[in-house]
Each structure stands twice: as C-alpha cells, then as structure tokens.
C-alpha cells in the first residue's frame, strides 16, 4: 500500500491516516497481565471459598444485617461478592499495570495495599449496618490469600525471567538521544536483569565522533531515521534519552506517530537510582513536571522499621536457638578461641559497635589482615576482603557458606545497633577510604543482609556494591525490605559469593 510521506523538523513521518491499517503490535505485557489475572481469580477463589468451607463446611449459614435493612444474606452471597469484590480492587490499585508487573517491588506492595484496603472495606460496611461477620472467616481468607497473590506472583516472576532468558516475553527496544545520555541508559538497563528491555539500536547525531556502538548497543541511524528503524529492528518500544535537537513538538509528533503504529514511547529523564514511589508526575500548564521526594527514615518510617526488626528478630531467635546452639558446639570444637567473635563496625551516623559473628577464623586472626591484602594488593580498597582466606578454619568455611556465622546479628538487631535489612557494616578503616557518595551508607542503620548481598554477594565489584546500597538507602520501603529478606533466605539455600 502507497504511504505518503511528509517532513517535519529532522524526522520523517508517515501520514497517520496512511497508517491505519498497520496492525498494533500485542505487548508481551498484555500476555503477561492476562495469566496474572487468570491465577489471581485461582487464588482469590480458593483463599475466600477455602475459609469458607474451613468455619462453615457445607451447611448454608445465613447472617443478619438487623436494626437498619433487615436484609438476611448468606456466607455463600458473601463469598461471591467478596471474590469480585477482590478482583475489582486489584484492577483499581492497578496491580496488573504494564509499567509495573515483572520487576521491582511496587507490584508486591499494590497487592498488599488493595487487599488491606479492602477488608478494611468490609470491616466499615459490617460496622455500619450491624453485619455479624464471622471473624474467624476474614481473618483466615485475608492472610491466606494475600500469601497466595504474593506467592503466586513471585513464581510468575521466576517464570518470566526464565522465558526472557531465551529472547521471548520482552520489548525490542530503540534508543533515541545524545549519544553520553544514551550510553547512560543503555549501561543502566544492561546490567539490571528482569527490566523486560532488549535494545536494538540506537539513534543519535551522527558523524566522525559518533561511529561505533553505543554501550555495546549498534546505531542504526540518525534522528531522521526514526521510523525505518524501527521497522527494520521490530522495535516495539522507542527510549527517549534526550537531545538539543529534538524540541518539544518533535517529541509530541513522535509520540502521535508511533501510537498510530502501537509502538510504546518511553522518555528516560536524567534521574539515577529513584525508585518509582519517590516519583510523582504533576501536570502544570500542559509541562509533565516530575517531582522528587528526598529519602526520609524519620517519624512513623522509622517505628516501622524498627517495629519489624525487634518482631522478626525475636522470632527468629526463638526458631533459630536449635542453630544456634549447634553451631556454637561446633564452633567450640573447632579449636582454641572464643565462641562469638566481636568486631568494631561503624553503623548509623558514623557511631561505632561490636558486631557479633561467631568465629570463622583462627585466633589473632585481625593481625594477619594487613599482610594479606598487602600481598594481593588491595590494601588500598573499602572492601577488605582476602581471596582464598588461609585463616579461616574448616567449620568457618562450612558456617560461611550457609551464613549461619552471621545469626548471632539477631542480638545487635534486637537492641538496637542494627537492622534486619541495609547496608552492611563495615570497618573504620574502610569507612575511613569513603568519598562523599559512600558515606551516604551510613544515614541508615547497618543490616544484616541488603541489595548487594542478595544481588551477588561479595562477587560483586565496591563500585556495584555501594550502587545498590546507595539504591536501597534512598528508595527504602517495608516491602523492599521484605523481598530482601525473602531473597536472603534463597541466597543462603544457594550459596555464591558469601560475606
């Protein structure tokens, strides 16, 4: 079919009304998002029914909204509305949403809001018309089916990342912009796994100077080659990084013309490491203004998180004591030395405290440190750590491997002096080699595990490591700490890299 072609700024634009009959592309997410809802409906059947048969079995109990309607319903009619109910909840707090599902932890905590907000729901209109609710009933089918959404999308997870492995079930996307913006985001998206992006190529001013790829991204044109490159990669996906030459009403244009072709456009602003709930979108006089919120640990954020620490360290003291006792025999056995190791570390706002580990090392083992990474040459480094550590003993490498050195924490957390989740401790001397980006790791308390931890370990680069604790210090949030504790416990079961 003859396209007409018209010219507009530095780009080529295909007449929409030309276009028309170009077929949408179906977005992997589209597929994605319709299993979610599938097993969503499963697993809010089987939660809300469950409970029911669990108090009442198969008998038809009826409740009584007395005093105001004198409406007489039954558990059953309660059960049909409250699985609609739920399903209709997950789509308002738009848990399903395109920009949210497959990655990151926003997704977790919609879940967790809609399902909250809705027995809370349920909980005022029981009030208000003096409904007898059973209470056994919801207080069984709210944990069990919050558990299963969560569950259920976490194993979607494991799915999607294994699909994307191969090529399927993410977005060919193209690069746009300046080509030091462009490597930027190029960088940033390659080595984070699960973002669902594939880049394809890259458009940017081209030139003598600007030959080559773009982070290893090929470049496939210039800006007026916007379309044809898109056509020739089956981008469905364009990335605007930004560029001087590429003014407000080109972007407008491009926006129109590729929603004519089902092509999703995403504008990458300059922002590094801002997770989504610190980003709010504000629209003044037509301009997407973005605002920012500055990280905050203070006031109830604070209670929260050390409400958690002190509940999930105590249970886990309780739970853990046969562990803890054990090993502390085999740590006792294992040769002269102490049973818990004590180690200064510096933690929140610089102040310092003993961290206990049990012993993994030989005695005196600290005054060895020096000549070791004197003789592998990264003495001069924020991570001391020695390759094949000729102190530690054989029962220090098993518990090493397992991290069960690191349970005695659980007394720093429940006083106090640490975190369940955060950055890790380090020592003076380390702390002593922080530039002033570092030394943003000490805002919070240290923790037990973190980003790094659960992300590679002590495989990871310091670079790599301070990113993600930068990233976890600035972007912290109670789910996030609870999908880190959840990836801490597979790590440990996995063992790579350990601390």
Known sequence: MARRIETWGNFVVLDSKRTAGVLRRVSWQRAYAMRLFLTDAVVIVVAVFGSHFFWFGFQAVDLAAREITGLRLGYTTVSVVLVIAWMIILDIFATRDHKV??????????????????????????????IELARGYFLTALPIGLVLLILSRWMWRQWLRKQQATGRFVSRAVLMGDRLKSAHVAATIQRTPGTGLHLVG???????????????????????????????????????????????????????????????????????????????????AGLPLIHVSYPTLEGAKRVYKRTFDIVGSSLMIIVGSPVLIAVAIAVKRSGPGGILYRQVRIGRHGKSFGMLKFRSMVQDADDQ???????????????????????????????????????????????????????????????????????????????????????????????????????????????????????????????????
């Open 101 to 130: 599902i497959g990655s990151g932890t926003l997704e977790y905590k919609r879940v967790a809001d809609a399902t909250i907000r809705l027995f809370g729901t349920f909980a005022i209109v029981a009030f208000l018309f003096k």
């Open 202 to 284: 890259a458009l940017t001013r081209l030139g003598s100077a600007n030959k080559g790829p773009v982070c290893g991204v090929p470049v496939v044109g210039g800006y007026d080659d916007l379309l044809q490159a898109v056509d020739a990669t089956q981008a469905d996906t364009v990335i605007l990084t930004g560029a001087d030459e590429i003014g407000p009403d080109d972007m407008r244009r491009v926006g129109w013309e590729l929603e004519a072709r089902g092509i999703e456009l995403i504008v990458a602003p300059a922002l590094t490491d801002v997770a989504g709930p610190r980003i709010h979108a504000r629209p003044v």
């Open 369 to 499: 440190l020096e000549s070791l990474l004197d003789a592998q040459g990264t003495s001069d480094t924020p991570l001391f750590k020695v390759t094949n550590d000729p102190r530690i003993t054989p029962v220090g490498k098993f518990i090493r491997k397992y991290s069960l050195d690191e349970v005695p924490q659980l007394f720093n957390v429940f006083f106090g002096e640490m975190s369940l989740v955060g950055p890790r401790p380090q020592r003076a001397a380390e702390v002593a080699l922080y530039d002033d980006v570092a030394h943003r790791r000490l805002i919070m308390k240290p923790g037990m595990s973190g980003l790094w931890q659960v992300s590679g370990r002590s495989n990871l680069s310091w670079d790599d490591s301070i990113r993600l604790d930068l990233y976890y210090v600035e972007n912290w949030s109670l789910t996030t700490d609870i999908t880190i504790l959840f990836r801490t416990v597979r790590a440990v079961v996995t063992p790579e890299g350990a601390v």
